[in-house]
């Protein structure tokens, strides 16, 4: 494995492949969209907000990217029937899919077990594990049919550290590790496809913000910090390496 922090992708890296980036309206999700798109890539923004979608897609534009496709969707609402219409979608208008990038995130807010409600905890799993897990099996004879398909999860550090006030969120994500070893596990069979969790850590972005709203920004790695090991794990640089759950360092990177 090279040294997926560092990783400088070739111009047209991504040249011909179709990528699905889900939570694509702002934040990480819309960074990643635009990078994939310079790289020559066909980037579907997945996201509940029109408005952001339609600012990552100008973004998309302004820098001379393919024609990407925006399709809103609410994770935390979505069903059986519109996944499979969604298939349906990409098939007619793409006829492939190459990757997807699950970068859509669920949390409502701190607070004490004792006041946590069901209706967080339901819509949590549902944004972070349960609609990623749909998605991915509905799309999943495009993905079969791809020469090298990657699916990328982004996971959170509260997953692997079980810490008050931290209730449904961090459950939830660390029930994202489970499903993706467990997708590996389920695919080896099929070495063209490969699904890995990427953990960003502390890095500028919306969540961050709102999670640590006294915490200085410029203290914090800068959101593009991380695109060089999100273009990593969903090129071809990464063919045949699934089942990984990474742990992104930006002082590392920087090094």
Do not use: C
Request: aromatic fraction near 8%; hydrophobic fraction near 45%; proline fraction near 6%.
């Amino acid at each position: 494995m090279e040294n997926w922090q560092h990783y400088q992708a070739p111009a047209g890296a991504m040249q011909d492949r179709v990528i699905m980036v889900t939570g694509a309206g702002q934040g990480i999700g819309a960074m990643a969209a635009v990078e994939l798109a310079k790289l020559g890539a066909t980037v579907i923004l997945v996201g509940r907000n029109e408005k952001k979608l339609s600012r990552t897609y100008d973004a998309i534009e302004s820098v001379g990217g393919p024609q990407p496709a925006a399709i809103p969707m609410d994770l935390a609402k979505v069903g059986e029937a519109e996944l499979a219409q969604l298939g349906l979608l990409i098939q007619k208008e793409f006829g492939r899919l190459d990757g997807i990038l699950h970068a859509a995130n669920g949390f409502s807010h701190l607070s004490p077990l004792n006041i946590q409600k069901l209706d967080e905890w339901v819509d949590m799993f549902r944004v972070n594990v349960a609609a990623p897990f749909a998605m991915t099996r509905a799309l999943m004879p495009l993905l079969s049919k791809a020469p090298d398909a990657a699916v990328l999860v982004l996971g959170e550090s509260h997953a692997f550290e079980a810490k008050a006030y931290w209730g449904g969120f961090s459950v939830s994500k660390a029930g994202q590790q489970n499903w993706v070893q467990i997708a590996a596990s389920e695919w080896d069979k099929q070495p063209q496809l490969r699904i890995n969790l990427l953990v960003p850590g502390p890095i500028q972005s919306p969540f961050r913000l709102a999670t640590h709203p006294a915490e200085p920004k410029e203290s914090l790695p800068e959101t593009s910090a991380i695109m060089p090991a999100i273009m990593y794990w969903l090129g071809e640089a990464s063919r045949g390496q699934s089942g990984q759950t990474l742990h992104f360092a930006a002082s590392q990177a920087d090094q």
